[in-house]
């Protein structure tokens, strides 16, 4: 039985992104709403919400890099020279918060500010950066004979910059809503407060890159709108329309783990519509999956250990959530 290797691969590194978004995106999304919250005591729990789990998120991130790199070594190679000024702009982000997470905690607390300031910029910087990098990959890469052939600064367009605003006001609302289920009290109600004006912002931001992508990109125009394809596909649109009217009901409603749910339905809606658009290529406009492909035996001997891990990796993820689950009140520390 022949299987078909770079779908199998491509479904692997579809789940690491998907799992990548879902586990830092909330990470990211309370760097983003720290400045609304001032009280030192308040962002002490804000952090310790994510204290335990954050480090473990970026896992998939890795996975998903890793597994580019061994099943679409041509993907990889070409991705990381057209976005490789964005790609390290969001990994210094990453960085940087990472740092300002460990020694906001040990330092004096006179200068826990500074390490305050480092983590929301941190934050913003990889969120709007990995919006950018997203946002120019849709956008498509100039190619010459399989090698990148355009300017270093091809990235740096007003799609591009409108996608990382886009990225970062969803990830901004995946915080607000982790921090509604995980908090109590002053903090989890102004964070309903904040995430009200949030969803506005996350439609405004949807509804750009649904009109903007398909008139600038006539072939996923077509792939859209064309028929029967239209009534299948109406359905993404139709469920982020229902998912939203369930969250802004479920803010009214005083839930707690609801809202979270609701929003990430959202953005992973916003996922899969963004995968269908460029569907089956992995270099847009026109290199497809098969085409970026390793060869078979390397694809083989590389899905082993993957398929190995993989199971690891969610079974320590699963655990330490877990463990961890239920509010985070004030005076639970980070040691």
């Not at 978004?21 to 983003?32: H, N, P, T």
């Amino acid at each position: 039985m022949e299987f078909d290797l770079p779908m199998i691969w491509l479904i692997v590194i579809m789940f690491a992104i998907t799992m990548y978004v879902i586990m830092d995106g909330f990470d990211l999304g309370i760097g983003i709403m720290f400045p609304f919250v001032r009280d030192k005591h308040d962002r002490d729990v804000m952090m310790n919400t994510v204290a335990p789990v954050w480090d473990g998120n970026e896992t998939w991130l890795v996975l998903g890099g890793a597994g580019l790199m061994a099943a679409f070594p041509l993907a990889y190679a070409t991705v990381l020279s057209a976005l490789y000024q964005p790609i390290i702009l969001m990994l210094l982000g990453l960085i940087f918060r990472g740092v300002a997470f460990e020694f906001r905690f040990k330092a004096p607390e006179k200068e826990q500010p500074l390490w305050d300031k480092a983590f929301i910029g941190g934050s913003i910087t990889a969120a709007f950066f990995q919006g950018v990098t997203l946002g120019a990959y849709i956008n498509g890469i100039i190619l010459h004979d399989h090698t990148f052939s355009g300017n270093a600064f091809d990235w740096l367009t007003p799609f591009s910059l409108f996608t990382g605003l886009g990225v970062t006001v969803a990830y901004a609302l995946l915080g607000s809503t982790w921090l509604i289920m995980k908090t109590e009290g002053e903090l989890q109600q102004r964070m309903l407060q904040l995430t009200r004006p949030l969803v506005g912002l996350v439609v405004i931001a949807l509804a750009g890159v649904s009109i903007w992508t398909p008139l600038a990109h006539p072939d996923i125009a077509e792939r859209w709108f064309s028929l029967p394809n239209f009534y299948f596909l109406s359905l993404v649109p139709l469920l982020v329309i229902i998912s939203l009217y369930s969250l802004m009901r479920e803010l009214k409603s005083g839930y707690d783990r609801q809202p979270f749910i609701s929003a990430l339905i959202i953005v992973l809606l916003g996922l899969l519509g963004l995968a269908i658009s460029i569907w089956p290529n992995i270099i847009p406009p026109n290199i497809t999956i098969w085409e970026a492909a390793a060869p078979a035996s390397s694809l083989k001997f590389a899905l082993i250990g993957t398929l190995a891990i993989v199971p690891v990796i969610l079974g320590y993820t699963i655990w330490s959530y877990r463990v961890f689950k239920g509010k985070v009140r004030h005076g639970d520390g980070y040691h």
